[in-house]
């Protein structure tokens, strides 16, 4: 798969939920290719902009579309790494902004065998 | 110059982005991609954003003692002018 096919496979499933790829479109493409870097690293597609440790079970959380996209496109209208957005957020043209991470370190840490 | 590091993933596009900002300026700088890091070298550099962003997340730029978490370009701007 490239990342042309994901886009279309992702786009008018993701559109029903309310979420809708980021209007920057070079930015979706390389956003997609660099999930399908970490579908082939890892056997799964983790959030390109976090450090997965390649364990499904220890990465569910930031499997895209991430557990944390919810909240995210909620409250600053894209998710983490800007892959998603809502139509308000694409409408409005508003300048993308620095997401903070929600994803607990602990997290990060646990799935990489550190404390 | 500044001194200037970034520690990234090599598949962030936020990281992506914030190295071709610097590019553009022509503000040299050393990166780090975290993910292609393995073992002790991996825990070290771990354990040292973890210390300067406890959040653990990318990129995480130094600009001398100046710490800017995620491509912040107001504030990357600042800190480099500063």
């Known amino acids: ?115 | 110059m500044k001194n200037v590091k970034i520690y990234a993933l090599s598949t962030c596009i936020h990281c992506k982005h914030c190295k071709e900002y610097l590019d553009e300026r022509g503000q040299p700088y050393e990166c780090v991609y975290v993910d292609r890091l393995a073992g002790e070298e991996r825990s070290e550099t771990i354990a040292s954003i973890k210390k300067v962003n406890p959040n653990l997340s990318f990129p995480t730029v130094m600009v001398g003692s100046t710490v800017i978490v995620g491509f912040d370009k107001e504030q990357l701007e600042k800190a480099l002018e500063d």
């Open chain 1, 1 to 115: 798969m490239d990342a042309k096919e994901l886009y279309g496979k992702l786009k008018d499933f993701q559109e029903k939920k309310g979420y809708y790829f980021n209007r920057d479109q070079k930015m979706v493409m390389d956003l997609l290719e660099m999930l399908l870097v970490n579908k082939e690293r890892y056997g799964h597609m983790a959030c390109p902009c976090r450090l997965a440790s390649g364990n499904f079970e220890m990465d569910r959380d930031i499997v895209c579309p991430c557990q944390y996209r919810e909240a995210d496109v909620a409250e600053y209208g894209t998710c983490f790494c800007g892959l998603y957005a809502s139509k308000e957020w694409n409408d409005e043209k508003r300048p993308l902004r620095v997401v903070p991470e929600r994803r607990p370190p602990e997290k990060v840490l646990a799935g990489l065998g550190l404390e």
